[in-house]
């Protein structure tokens, strides 16, 4: 079946196997940031936008992304070039296996925290980040960067 999509803001029509999940066919037509960690929910890793919203694409069937907007790290990493530096100044990133599902999560928080719509506060902000998994960091340089990059105290 096919499916017409726009991708970081470009139109893309791709030819996809019904039982395909979106993770796959990101992949597969070139959009690589898209990692696949676990396969099964748990990791984050495959974090895109879903019409604005975050959503985990191997738990996601491309059948249903037909008519929908998505974003991807690709789309967004000139505009979250601030954060990669504070990243890279709390020596936060190691393998960088994880980094382009925060990076989608954190672009969609601080486009929340900015319109008031989430609290700017370290709570929330860890609570929204529960399901993107790190094996390397311990977490704490990277929270250090993404409290900087919010400006949550
Ligand atoms: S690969 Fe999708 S949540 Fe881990
Ligand atoms: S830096 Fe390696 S998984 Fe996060």
Known sequence: ??????????????????????????????????????????????????????????????????GHEITTAEGIANQMKEYMHALASEGADQCGFCQPGLLVMIYYLKKMIDKGLIERDKETVRRYLIGNLCRCSGYLPQERAIFRFLGVD
């Open 1 to 66: 079946m096919k499916i017409r999509v726009k991708i970081n803001g470009q139109d893309r029509s791709f030819e996809i196997d019904p039982s395909e999940y979106l993770l796959d066919t990101l992949r597969k037509n070139g959009y690589m940031s898209v990692k696949r960690g676990c396969d099964t929910g748990s990791c984050g890793a495959c974090t895109v936008l879903l019409d604005g919203r975050p959503v985990i694409s191997c738990s996601v069937l491309s059948a249903s992304v037909d």
